[in-house]
């Protein structure tokens, strides 16, 4: 017979699963400084998911300590999240997936006369909440859509951090949220806010059962 104190130092000494790392890329280089039409904002937001960031920026060194602890580190495959990656990780390893781009925001097709600028309370604010509060999409990924992949994703970053050490995505704001949502769901809990400014991330660990 087994002892059963050989089992439950077995248990004891069970991986422990990691932390999960939410990072919003650094600014971009493109300005804001420019009032659009709606057909405008989606030609600024193509060049926005072509531009890689503002030259002169400086990570937080806590995101460097992340990404140092870090076992497993993800990007996504646009270029203002490769460049954050490059900058946080310091030459370590990381790998970039498709599946960690931003949410899209297509704009609702308003009257021409309608000029606003590309801030997230002007365009962004608007294309956000006809995506997710009305679904209004075109051809772009719809809202549904998005939820089901954010939770794929979710569900992959928890695979990693069961295998011990902790986990950095270094990816995108709203799609971010989005995967934070899913991961509350799956038992996390919110260790670390710092909202949806640049270099701004979202830590969550797992909560322990008493």
């Not at 659009?36 to 300590?65: C, F, M, N, S």
């Not at 097709?109 to 006809?130: D, E, K, Q």
């Not at 990924?141 to 992959?156: D, H, I, L, M, Y």
């Amino acid at each position: 017979m087994r002892d059963t104190n050989m089992i439950e130092q077995g248990k004891s000494a069970a991986v422990k699963v990691g932390a999960i790392t939410l990072v919003r890329h650094g600014e971009p280089a493109l300005s804001r400084r420019v009032k659009l039409d709606w057909r405008g904002y989606v030609e600024w937001w193509a060049k926005y998911d072509q531009a890689g960031l503002l030259e002169g920026q400086t990570p937080p060194p806590i995101l460097h300590k992340f990404a140092n602890e870090a076992r497993y580190i993800f990007s996504s495959t646009l270029p203002r999240s490769i460049e954050t990656a490059e900058a946080v990780c310091d030459g370590k390893g990381f790998t970039s997936l498709e599946a960690l781009i931003e949410a899209p925001l297509p704009p609702p097709h308003l009257p021409s006369f309608i000029r606003l600028t590309p801030n997230s309370y002007a365009w962004g604010f608007v294309a956000r909440v006809c995506w997710w509060y009305l679904n209004i999409h075109g051809e772009a990924e719809g809202r549904e859509v998005a939820k089901v992949r954010a939770r794929k994703v979710a569900e992959f970053l928890y695979e990693k951090a069961k295998e011990g050490g902790d986990v950095l995505v270094l990816a995108h704001g709203f799609f971010n949220l989005m995967v934070s949502i899913e991961l509350k769901k799956m038992g996390y809990r919110k260790t670390l806010e710092e909202g949806f400014k640049y270099w701004g991330c979202r830590r969550y660990e797992l909560r322990t059962r008493k």
